[in-house]
């Protein structure tokens, strides 16, 4: 990678001592630094209320570092060396008169490392500091570029709903220029859903089918085994929804139906996205109760483990109509796509771990082999498996040697694991990566966050609105509500229910 085009920065995390610093950002620090990939001078600053000294918090990344980094450390001086880069502010981020502090801390470290000036704040915080942090980074005039720049990276939820998005875009934007602010979705750092772009638009064989004519339906999967772990005073007030499909499960969609952009760069690939969610049939009334399906986990004993239900996790309503799993069918209205259905699932405690997009082909025009079998989901497929078991799965039909014609359904597939000594980087390293650079690519721009809001808020408001609108168990452990195979339009179809490794159907499913 282009070390020496990186310029010289600090990286300042806010929320230094939560989970995400400790399980995702040092450690995909630290494997950039393995790689050589990081500026030449290079610090990372960890602000937060917790009181670590330097010392307290390197100890505490090398736990992580040594737990999730991709690229273990050699020994412990490797280990050593690189926590040096690592300091720590304590300092209550809520209040204005502490940030006189860290702009003391950033000119030492600045004027001891060479950094120049440049800066990345990095919101890992509580969504409701989102809009305070920054105001007070401009009134220490940390916002502004002069031969520097300085940059937010701002996590996910970007809002709860379409007005405060909007709110928040706005507050953001009377201190800083568009191009200043990355607003960070880590999907769109996994490798296998960058590969959507290179499958698409490097191959001449699939862009020609790929549109109406050619495509029977799309479906986009994102299914946790997963419960909501500790995180049930979040997510009691996110569900499902807003915490997948608003954000990851719509970034899916986009890179699935765009337009070829005229080039690789942000512009060209922000602008064809964009067309996409603009063109979103808007959900109405009907479609509200129709093309949606929406289930709460309840408690099962599964393989001989006894699974909570959702509302006996901890911090969640007793009562809660939280949506834990979600199916959405909908339309893009445009040339390429009109009438064909995109199908969309997400949720937590089913029965395995499986991100993936599933095109579905029409059917050969005549069926010259009235033998062959009929089953569920008996088409041509391109499966683009985005994790576990990444990779590519073609199902198509071979003839079963011997006599007659008898038909088979086979698999092509390619699997990442197939390239030896390819290092599959982090979502988060790529990501940090391409900040650090300057390319926002991967990051979603106002226009783009806003119309995803707009597509999902009539269903916030039905819910809102409709408190005895459809919300079905489903025991932990299965594959959501039974009803969501009937969003799915076609004889003999439903959703793939796919398995951890890429090439099984559900015949022979390891879980
Ligand atoms: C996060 C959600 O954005 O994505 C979590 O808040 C979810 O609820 C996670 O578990 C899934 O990410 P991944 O990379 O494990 O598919």
Redesign the pocket.
């Known amino acids: 990678m282009p070390t020496n085009k990186i310029a010289n920065q600090i990286l300042i995390i806010f929320g230094a001592s939560g989970d995400l610093t400790y399980r995702k950002l040092i450690p995909a620090i630290f494997d950039l630094y393995k790689q050589n990939s990081l500026p030449e001078k290079f610090s990372v600053l960890g602000v937060s209320r917790t009181p670590f000294t330097d010392d307290s918090f390197r100890e505490k990344m090398k736990e992580g570092i040594l737990k999730f980094s991709g690229l273990k450390p050699e020994n412990e001086d490797e280990l050593n060396k690189f926590c040096n880069i690592l300091h720590y502010l304590p300092i209550n981020t809520a209040e204005s008169k502490d940030y006189s502090q860290l702009t003391l801390r950033l000119d030492e470290i600045d004027k001891n490392e060479n950094t120049q000036g440049n800066y990345i704040f990095y919101l890992s915080t509580p969504p409701s500091l989102y809009g305070v942090i920054p105001k007070y980074l401009a009134a220490e005039g940390l916002n502004i570029e002069n031969n520097c720049f300085r940059r937010i990276i701002i996590e996910?939820?970007f809002g709860t709903d379409l007005k405060s998005a909007i709110e928040l875009n706005s507050i953001l934007k009377e201190d800083y220029k568009e191009e200043q602010i990355y607003r960070i979705?880590?999907?769109l750092g996994?490798e296998t859903v960058q590969n959507l772009l290179v499958t698409r638009f490097a191959n001449g064989i699939y862009e020609p089918l790929w549109n109406r004519n050619y495509i029977h339906h799309v479906e986009i999967t994102?299914a946790?085994s997963?419960g909501?772990e500790n995180?049930g005073g979040?997510?009691d007030h996110?569900g499902a929804l807003r915490?997948?499909v608003q954000?990851?499960l719509m970034q899916l969609l986009a890179l699935v139906a765009m337009e070829p952009p005229m080039s690789i760069d942000a512009t060209s690939i922000r602008n064809e996205k964009l067309k996409v969610f603009q063109a979103l049939r808007p959900m109405k009334d009907d479609d509200l109760f129709k093309n949606v399906v929406r289930g709460q986990y309840l408690p099962s004993n599964t393989n001989g483990n006894y699974y909570k239900g959702y509302r006996e996790e901890k911090d969640v309503a007793k009562d809660s109509r939280t949506e834990t799993y979600v199916a959405l069918k909908l339309f893009i209205d445009n040339w390429r796509w009109a009438d064909v259905p995109f199908y969309i699932r997400t949720g937590?405690r089913l029965p395995t771990?499986v991100?993936e997009i599933v095109i579905h082909f029409r059917p050969a025009p005549q069926n010259l082999f009235p033998g062959q079998e009929i089953h569920k989901n008996n088409d041509n497929q391109l499966i683009l498996r985005?994790?576990p078991d990444e990779g590519v799965s073609f199902q198509t039909k071979m003839k079963i040697p011997g006599s007659g014609y008898r038909v088979k359904n086979v698999n092509m597939d390619f699997h990442y694991s197939q390239l030896h000594n390819v290092y599959l980087p982090d979502?988060y390293e790529r990501l940090l990566l391409d900040c650090m650079m300057g390319d926002p690519t991967l990051y979603i721009d106002s226009g783009a966050l806003e119309a995803t809001w707009k597509f999902v808020q009539p269903l916030l408001d039905f819910w809102k609105n409709n408190t005895e609108a459809p919300l079905y168990g489903y025991p932990a452990g299965s594959w959501g509500p039974e009803n969501a195979d009937r969003l799915i339009e076609g004889e003999n179809k439903s959703f793939r229910y796919p398995c951890k490794n890429l090439s099984n159907d559900e015949n022979y499913c390891e879980l």
């Open positions: 996910k939820p979705d880590h999907y996994k994102a946790e997963i909501i995180r979040y997510y996110s915490d997948m954000n990851h937590k771990r991100s985005i994790q979502a």
